[in-house]
């Protein structure tokens, strides 16, 4: 059996060492059965997503009025930036120093030496994905109630409902939308599917499909989700994602790709080329229930057989990647060099994705696009095994690995063709949408 030591990062203002003594009871204000009764949340209701006439991509109904709230502006970020105004977090991550890395990848590196302080040890496997949830560790019905943002659920009907004060119904195990009190960027939050039914940190069809209608409700391509799986840097054994404003293209949402196939649901499965870690990328399909349905089977298929993945949900959960790795294994065998230990940089789902959240000023000062991909490349499988993973996939989802007619060709993000392979790492994100801001380098 791996084990490898940790310290993971405290994501609530009650995470604490799972063996302190809780005899003398609770007065935390939390989740438990100790506080609950007459616990009330906000609770936003999003509106039922269509299927396009062509298939293509998902609509709203025309019918459709206008939200009560702005989910994004108003409730997520509005409501971040209250508990922020009560002194909820543990640093102020609004002053971390931020900076693009010069290169073509275009690599965003922070500062952020307060995220490593004021941490727990504790033993984590790293050898085994699936593991039961465990209610005497830290787990989110431990956290206080001030931490909740709101309650979210996807809605039946063609218009947003938003009831500013509803009880958290025990019988109903709510999903909610809480602050992480270790932020690595600006609206920091976690969504946690149905928190009370204590579910561990595994996907299953029905809490993908959710955080995709939160990607969807938020309707902005630099409102992002990011899942990991236990042995790929997920912290706590309770189900959550996790999910950040960051106004600029990540580099993996400009990597070029390679469509491998389509499924008979019309979800278009690409693989990255030339990126440090060998990702896959879904999109499209006739609806957003089957975009999810497809990557959920890719994940639980991931699972079951004990490999370690992250997630990325772009352009407004249009755009999904999912990436096998293979980081804290070879960390727990010894094969990653002693200078890339040093850095206390864990390659999960935001650092895969370009973000690079860096704990050392000399790691800061000395960035550089070479230093990021080296790191990277160390979480990725080997061209074999990529393919050996791809196999089991595309087994689990109903397809063969026939690629298409376009094989060998480059999709850029922007929609276009290049047959020459030249990199366009420049472009917006697909749909146009993330062209109102331009980072320049």
């Avoid at 431990?142 to 659920?153: A, I, N, T």
């Avoid at 991909?373 to 087994?395: C, D, G, H, Q, Y």
């Avoid at 850029?412 to 949408?433: C, D, F, M, Y």
Wanted: with cysteine; charged share 25%.
């Amino acid at each position: 059996m791996l084990k490898i030591k940790r310290v993971p990062t405290v994501v609530s203002n009650y995470q604490k060492d799972e063996a302190s003594d809780e005899s003398v009871g609770c007065g935390r204000n939390c989740l438990g059965a100790c506080c609950l009764n007459g616990a009330r949340l906000p609770l936003y209701s999003c509106k039922k997503l269509e299927k396009s006439g062509t298939g293509e991509k998902l609509v709203i109904s025309h019918e459709a009025r206008e939200p009560p709230v702005a989910f994004l502006e108003s409730l997520v970020l509005g409501e971040w930036e209250d508990r922020f105004q009560r002194g909820l977090f543990r640093y102020d991550v609004t002053a971390c120093e931020t900076k693009v890395i010069p290169g073509k990848y275009g690599f965003v590196a922070q500062l952020n030496e307060g995220r490593h302080l004021k941490k727990r040890p504790t033993e984590f496997r790293v050898d085994k994905v699936l593991q039961s949830f465990d209610g005497n560790k830290f787990n989110f019905t431990k956290v206080g109630q001030e931490e909740l943002l709101f309650q979210f659920e996807a809605g039946e009907d063609c218009d947003v409902q938003f009831f500013p004060c509803m009880p958290l119904d025990a019988e109903n195990s709510p999903s909610v939308v809480a602050i992480n009190v270790s932020p690595i960027e600006y609206g920091h939050v976690l969504l946690i599917p149905r928190v009370l039914d204590c579910l561990p940190q595994r996907i299953d069809h029905k809490s993908l499909l959710l955080a995709l209608h939160m990607a969807a409700e938020a309707a902005n391509p630099y409102f992002r989700l990011g899942y990991n799986s236990l042995g790929a840097f997920a912290t706590i054994n309770h189900l959550h994602f996790q999910a950040y404003y960051l106004a600029m293209p990540f580099p993996l949402e400009k990597a070029p790709s390679k469509k491998m196939i389509t499924t008979v649901s019309g979800v278009k499965i690409s693989e990255l080329v030339n990126y440090p870690v060998r990702s896959l990328l879904f999109e499209g399909g006739n609806s957003m229930q089957d975009l999810s349905d497809t990557v959920s089977d890719a994940c639980v298929c991931l699972q079951e057989n004990n490999i370690p993945f992250n997630i990325l949900i772009s352009d407004s959960g249009r755009q999904i990647f999912l990436m096998p790795q293979c980081y804290a294994e070879k960390q727990a065998l010894g094969e990653v060099s002693p200078e890339l230990l040093e850095t206390q940089v864990n390659p999960a789902v935001w650092e895969i994705s370009g973000h690079m959240v860096l704990k050392r000023k000399e790691d800061y000062e000395g960035a550089s696009e070479e230093n990021a991909w080296r790191l990277l490349a160390e979480a990725s499988l080997s061209e074999e095994r990529f393919k050996e993973v791809n196999a089991l996939i595309f087994e689990a989802i109903g397809c063969s690995n026939q690629e298409e007619e376009l094989e060998g060709i480059l999709v850029q993000p922007s929609g276009s063709v290049n047959q020459t392979g030249n990199r366009t790492l420049g472009g917006p994100i697909a749909n146009g949408a993330a062209s109102e801001c331009l980072v320049l380098q």
